[in-house]
């Protein structure tokens, strides 16, 4: 079985970082495209952005030049490095990974991480 964790959410003042993580764990072969999703109350999911195997990354407009998604392949890890953060960041983070373990490549989801930004 696969499982995804997010990491490093917390409470922060606007004007303030933090950096989420998603770790990987189980019987992985290899993790292709990742994406980090975020859902505030009473709002649909959206996309916040991704990442490809080779580390090419696209970003919603809405955090474009304020948050950067990087990974680690060796370690099953990606990182969702959060700068100059808004109420409107508000939500809970989620990573959904698509993971090869012995057969193909499955989509997996994280729990979720909740982020809070204070005015």
């Known amino acids: 079985q696969v499982q995804l964790v997010e990491a490093g959410g917390g409470l922060v003042q606007a004007g303030g970082s933090l950096s989420l993580s998603c770790a990987a764990s189980?019987?992985?072969?290899?993790?292709?495209?990742v994406g980090w999703y975020r859902q505030a109350p009473g709002k649909q999911r959206e996309l916040v952005g991704t990442i490809t195997s080779d580390g090419t990354t696209n970003y919603a407009d809405s955090v474009k030049g304020r948050f950067t998604i990087s990974r680690d392949n060796a370690k099953k890890m990606v990182f969702l490095q959060m700068n100059s953060l808004k109420p409107d960041d508000t939500a809970v983070y989620y990573c959904?990974?698509?993971?090869?373990?012995?057969?193909?490549?499955?989509?997996?989801w994280g729990q979720g991480t909740q982020v809070t930004v204070s005015s």
């Open positions: 959904n990974a698509n993971v090869r373990t012995r057969g193909s490549y499955s989509q997996y």
């Open positions: 189980g019987s992985i072969v290899s993790i292709g495209f």
